[in-house]
T-cell receptor, first 113, second 112 residues
Framework: GNSVTQMEGPVTLSEEAFLTINCTYT??????LFWYVQYPGEGLQLLLK?????DKGSNKGFEATYRKETTSFHLEKGSVQVSDSAVYFC????????????FGAGTRLFVKA | SAVISQKPSRDICQRGTSLTIQCQVD?????MFWYRQQPGQSLTLIAT?????????ESGFVIDKFPISRPNLTFSTLTVSNMSPEDSSIYLC?????????FGPGTRLLVL
């Protein structure tokens, strides 16, 4: 079946450090891939997405590349800020046989000043 | 992208009571979803609500416990019935637009 696996958190970094949050997926066909961010006390916000292999999604300094050969969609940011502290969810959407979103477990990021 | 609002934003309720959560979208959408997010957990889909048809519930969720209304293309309600402390969660409304899901701010429910 379809699934999404994220690296376990929490991840604790100092400000200006490089961030990688790993995400791998299992799916038949060609899903679209997403990263959502949930700031404390808020709902989920779409951070970025990619709809086909080798696409790179980017937003607010975050990037992720759709790698079909490794079934991965790792989230990266070159220099994190305290305001990036949040929970990050990797997700895939399959729109064949009915619209269905599969979420990863979420990775909590703490950024220290 | 769709802008979604939810009411109430949070509530504290007594066990055995019911709470109805409202979800309003600023555009017409076909598919609306209700999720539950238990503390420190990922999202669990409760049901999919399409206008003009009965909601489709996921395994482990039943209509008697979580009745849903979808009277038009911009509005839906989720009721959490006969609440127990185990129902304490964040409840999130979501819509699909151009093959992407967008979420409301959530309703934080604490059941005592």
């Amino acid at each position: 079946g379809n699934s999404v696996t994220q690296m376990e958190g929490p991840v604790t970094l100092s400000e200006e450090a490089f961030l990688t949050i790993n995400c791998t997926y299992t799916a038949t066909g060609y899903p679209s891939l997403f990263w959502y961010v949930q700031y404390p006390g808020e709902g989920l916000q779409l951070l970025l997405k990619a709809t086909k292999a080798d696409d790179k999604g980017s937003n607010k300094g975050f990037e992720a590349t759709y790698r079909k050969e490794t079934t991965s969609f790792h989230l990266e940011k070159g220099s994190v800020q305290v305001s990036d502290s949040a929970v990050y969810f990797c997700a895939l959407i399959k729109n064949t046989g009915g619209f269905k979103t599969i979420f990863g477990a979420g990775t909590r990021l703490f950024v220290k000043a | 992208s769709a802008v979604i609002s939810q009411k109430p934003s949070r509530d504290i309720c007594q066990r055995g009571t019911s709470l109805t959560i409202q979800c309003q979208v600023d555009s017409q959408v076909t598919m609306m979803f209700w999720y539950r997010q238990q503390p420190g957990q990922s999202l669990t889909l409760i049901a999919t609500a399409n206008q003009g048809s009965e909601a489709t519930y996921e395994s482990g969720f039943v209509i008697d416990k979580f009745p849903i209304s979808r009277p038009n293309l911009t509005f839906s309600t989720l009721t959490v019935s006969n609440m127990s402390p185990e129902d304490s969660s964040i409840y999130l409304c979501s819509v699909e637009e151009q093959e992407t899901q967008y979420f409301g701010p959530g309703t934080r429910l604490l059941v005592l």
